[in-house]
């Protein structure tokens, strides 16, 4: 059945995931198998030989992420990392050119500095908020990605899709768009332009803090199964266990997302003009130099909020520290609350850098608690 002209939430629940034909199952079985038995030599059950090259329950992840994303081709991998590393390796070669964010989250930056560098990769940080500035930074011939995060981690700066896939096309380089915070029930780029979408699937897709993976979605069938030819040929897949949790996630990511939003923006409320706080990065906020943008390409402004503290960086940690019901801890999208100070925590590995976030930064992932806890737990632990 054709679900492509159905509701968001409906995919969510049944893109490649229909009961089971042999004996009714609704829920796609968990195939922990490592190989398949063939029919005769080279005679494949299903295409199915060694599950490194393919697992059903991991193919039914990859069917309803590049449903909900609008896309040709998904491809699971076992962590937000192990994607966006394949899709390199895929599009890039030494001597090419990268533009990345200029507070691009600390592992992706990480990457391109760490380990492509030293491949002969060479990148440009810049503002993706100012698409002028984003052109400005391409180098005719050699710039092969438009690598972008929208709102991005952890400014929540906002990027104009739109916009930037033909900045994108023009230059003969690929847009692609970090997902994770806005997750395809707020914003899908493939339909805005954009060539390629990364995930990082244990953050809101998962949605329960259990599961780490990533995925990459192809606007191009051709891409999407080179990206795929990486993933098998280096062996960073999502295993069987994996791939089921973000499948459950995905089911209520719809209704997660809407509490998210709501949470979120009590929050945002407290912060704004609270005596602690001196300023607040939300895209929702009418005065987000990003507002009309996300508001245009946003279905709503997402479970994320950063600020600052007026009184600087030991009052930021103490703060992070007296809070209850937020959690310490890195990551995000879970549906528990979760507050950290990326300077050294998330974003520990740009410091010193063109990316260096502020040291009196508190990041919060709002999560789906009851809302009037969480606003009592931000008071008192900014009240010091």
């Known amino acids: 059945m054709d679900l492509q002209h159905l509701g968001f939430d409906t995919r969510a629940i049944h893109a490649g995931q229909p009961p089971n034909a042999e004996n009714g199952a609704v829920m796609t079985p968990i195939y922990a198998t490592s190989t ?3 029919d005769g030599v080279g005679g494949l059950r299903g295409g ?6 393919g697992n059903p329950t991991r193919r039914a992840l990859e069917e309803c992420l590049a449903s909900l994303e609008g896309g040709a081709r998904g491809i699971a991998f076992a962590s937000g990392m192990a994607a966006e590393d394949a899709l390199i390796r895929v599009t890039c070669a030494p001597g090419d050119h990268v533009v990345i964010p200029n507070d691009a989250y600390g592992g992706t930056y990480r990457l391109f500095k760490q380990v492509f560098d030293p ?3 060479d990148h440009t940080p810049a503002p993706v908020h100012d698409s002028a500035a ?3 930074a391409v180098r005719p011939g050699r710039t092969k990605l438009i690598w972008i995060e929208t709102p991005s981690n952890p400014l929540l700066g906002v990027a104009d899709i739109d916009t930037l896939a033909h900045v994108a096309e023009d230059s003969g380089a690929l847009l692609v768009v970090d997902n994770t915070f806005a997750t395809p029930y707020l914003q899908q780029p493939l339909l805005l332009g954009a060539d390629v979408v990364v995930h990082s699937t244990t953050k809101y897709a998962g949605g329960h803090s259990d599961v780490v993976g990533g995925a990459v979605v192809t606007a191009s069938p051709e891409l999407g199964a080179a990206v795929a030819t990486v993933q098998n040929s280096t062996g960073a897949t999502a295993g069987p266990f994996d791939s089921y949790l973000v499948m459950r996630g995905l089911k209520t ?10 949470n979120t923006e009590r929050v945002v409320a407290l912060l704004v003009g609270h005596p602690a706080v ?5 895209p929702g906020l009418t005065d987000h130099p990003g507002h009309d943008v996300a508001a245009k390409q946003m279905k709503r402004f997402g479970g994320m909020v950063s600020f600052r503290v007026a009184a600087g960086r030991e009052a930021a940690v103490h703060a992070c520290n007296r809070t209850r019901i937020f ?7 879970g549906v528990e609350s979760l507050i950290e100070l990326p300077a050294i925590m998330t974003h520990a590995s740009v410091a010193g850098s063109a990316l260096e976030v502020p040291a009196d930064l508190i990041r919060l992932s709002v999560g789906i608690e009851s809302v009037e806890d969480l606003l009592a737990d931000l008071d008192r632990a900014l009240a010091g």
């Open 48 to 53: 199915y030989e060694y599950s490194r090259t």
């Open 36 to 38: 398949y038995k063939q």
């Open 327 to 333: 959690t310490l801890a890195e990551s995000l999208g």
């Open 278 to 282: 001196s300023d607040v990065f939300y």
């Open 134 to 136: 984003v052109a400005a």
């Open 253 to 262: 990511l719809g209704v997660r997302m809407d509490r998210h939003c709501d």
């Open 119 to 121: 491949w002969g990769l």
